[in-house]
C-alpha cells in the first residue's frame, strides 16, 4: 500500500529492494495467486473476469504480471482490475495506460459502491492499515466480503518477539523506500482465525510452505512467516 511521495534516500532504496528481492517474489506471487484464481471459478465458460486490488500500491507490476498469465491461460476471457489505494491526481495520470486495470483513489471504494468482484486481491496490505486498528480493519474486510466472492489475503504470521522484530525489519527494507507504513504487529494465527471468524467468512485453502525469496535470505526467507489465506 503506497501512502506518499518519497525523498531521494527513500528512491534510491526502492531500487535497491527491487533488484534483490522483489522481481523474484512477483514471480512466486503470480505464479501462486494466477493458479489458484483458475481453480476457484470456471473462466472458460465466462466472457469475463473481474477483480478487485485492494490496496494495490503504485508498482503496477504485480497485477499486470497475474493479468497477462490469466490472459494467456484463459484466452476467451476479459479480465478486468479496479486497483483502489491513497493515489494522488498526479499518480493517477501517470498510471492509468494499461488496458482493463483503472487505478482509483480508495475514498471511491465507498459503501455505496455496486460494483461485483469474482476475486478480491488483499496483498500485505492489512498489517499496513494496521492490525491494532480493529473496528477499522474489520470494516474494511467487511465490505471486500460484501462486493466480493472471493477474497485472497497474503499476509504475515508471527509467533513471538523475535519474528515481530524479524517482519518489521523485512518490511522496513522492502517498504520504507516507497514511502509506506511500517507496521507494529502482524496476525498470528489465532488472531487470523478469530478475524476470519468475527467476519463469518470460511477458508477454502491457506498457503504456508512457500518461499517468496532467494536462498541467501536465509532466515528472513522462513515460509512460517508468509500465508496466502483463500476465503469464501
Known amino acids: 500500500m503506497f501512502l506518499g511521495n518519497v525523498n531521494t534516500f527513500r528512491k534510491?532504496?526502492?531500487?535497491?529492494?527491487?533488484?534483490?528481492?522483489?522481481?523474484?517474489?512477483?514471480e512466486i506471487l503470480c505464479n501462486l495467486i494466477s493458479n489458484e484464481i483458475s481453480k476457484l471459478e470456471e473462466i472458460d465458460k465466462k466472457k469475463i473476469i473481474r477483480l478487485l486490488d485492494y490496496g494495490s500500491g503504485y508498482n503496477t507490476a504485480l497485477i499486470k504480471k497475474i493479468i497477462k498469465k490469466l490472459s494467456s491461460k484463459h484466452k476467451n476471457t476479459t479480465f478486468i482490475v479496479d486497483c483502489y489505494d491513497n493515489y494522488s491526481s498526479k499518480q493517477l495520470k501517470l498510471i492509468n495506460?494499461?488496458?482493463?486495470?483503472?487505478?482509483?483513489h480508495i475514498k471511491n471504494l465507498s459503501n455505496k459502491h455496486k460494483a461485483r468482484y469474482n476475486f478480491c486481491l488483499v496483498i500485505d496490505v492489512l498489517h499496513h492499515i494496521g492490525l491494532e486498528k480493529n473496528i477499522k480493519i474489520h470494516n474494511i474486510a467487511?465490505?471486500?466480503?460484501?462486493?466480493?466472492?472471493?477474497?485472497?489475503?497474503?499476509?504475515?504470521?508471527q509467533y513471538g518477539f523475535i519474528s515481530n522484530l524479524t517482519l518489521i525489519f523485512?518490511?522496513?527494507?522492502?517498504?520504507?523506500?516507497?514511502?509506506?507504513?511500517?507496521?507494529?504487529?502482524?496476525?498470528?494465527?489465532?488472531?487470523?482465525?478469530?478475524?476470519?471468524?468475527?467476519?463469518?467468512?470460511?477458508?477454502?485453502?491457506?498457503?504456508?510452505?512457500?518461499?517468496?525469496?532467494?536462498?541467501?535470505?536465509f532466515y528472513l526467507n522462513n515460509e512460517k512467516f508468509q500465508f496466502i489465506s483463500i476465503l469464501k
Open 170 to 217: 523485512m518490511d522496513f527494507f522492502s517498504n520504507y523506500g516507497d514511502g509506506t507504513k511500517i507496521p507494529k504487529i502482524y496476525f498470528n494465527i489465532k488472531t487470523f482465525e478469530n478475524f476470519i471468524s468475527k467476519l463469518k467468512l470460511k477458508e477454502i485453502k491457506r498457503i504456508t510452505d512457500k518461499k517468496y525469496y532467494k536462498w541467501f535470505w
Open 12 to 26: 534510491s532504496l526502492s531500487k535497491f529492494k527491487e533488484i534483490i528481492s522483489q522481481k523474484y517474489r512477483r
Open 142 to 157: 467487511k465490505k471486500l466480503k460484501k462486493i466480493s466472492k472471493f477474497l485472497i489475503i497474503k499476509d504475515h504470521f
Open 97 to 104: 495506460n494499461i488496458q482493463n486495470i483503472k487505478f482509483m
